[in-house]
Every structure is written in C-alpha cells, then in structure tokens.
Nanobody, 110 residues
Framework: VQLVESGGGLVQPGESLRLSCLASGITFSRHDMSWARQAPGKEVEWVST????????YYAESVKGRFTISRDNAKNTMYLQMNSLKSEDTALYYCCTFKDWGQGTQVTVS
C-alpha cells in the first residue's frame, strides 16, 4: 500500500490550499479514507473522514465549515480543500486508511 500526499505549502492566514492523496496497492473504492495532522510538539489529531463511496463525510470541530473532504474513486485520489486557514492549522498532514499512513505533506500558515 502506498499513500502519497501532495499540495502542502506556506500560505498566509485566510488563504486556501488543496491537499491530494494518491493511493495505490489497495482497492481504493472499498476504503473509508481519512486525513489526520500533527502539529509540532503535539499529538496526532484526526481531521476528517470520507466513506468509501463519498456519500458520508465527517469533520473535527476545529475544521468544520472551513475544510472539505472529497474523493475521486476513478483516480484513486482523495482531497482536502482547506479554506480560511489559520496559524493553528500548521501541521504535517497525513492521508490514511484504517491501518496505513502516508509520509505527510507540510502545511504552514504564517
């Protein structure tokens, strides 16, 4: 299984970013997928989950209304649209299944 995140970067508060996660080695359309993040010196925090068919989405309270999770099963890709970014969103963002994790993509809001 390989999960490869991309799309991170350095942005100013209030700006937007879209993260992508390309999956291989799994039947992507059969897996619920999630985003998690880890800020410096803090524990890993769950951010959002999307069901295998995309019909259900779930968000942490800290990102609800600002972040949108989506997926394209034809492309084996999941996305996280992040709007109105805040300094506290600064973290390494991971794409994950129930047991596999990517290497992460850094998001810095400053």
């Amino acid at each position: 299984v390989q999960l490869v995140e991309s799309g991170g970067g350095l942005v100013q508060p209030g700006e937007s970013l879209r993260l992508s996660c390309l999956a291989s080695g799994i039947t992507f359309s059969r897996h619920d997928m999630s985003w998690a993040r880890q800020a410096p010196g803090k524990e890993v925090e769950w951010v959002s989950t999307i069901s295998s068919d995309g019909s259900n989405t779930y968000y942490a309270e800290s990102v609800k209304g600002r972040f949108t999770i989506s997926r394209d099963n034809a492309k084996n890709t999941m996305y996280l649209q992040m709007n109105s970014l805040k300094s506290e969103d600064t973290a390494l963002y991971y794409c994950c299944t129930f047991k596999d994790w990517g290497q992460g993509t850094q998001v810095t809001v400053s």
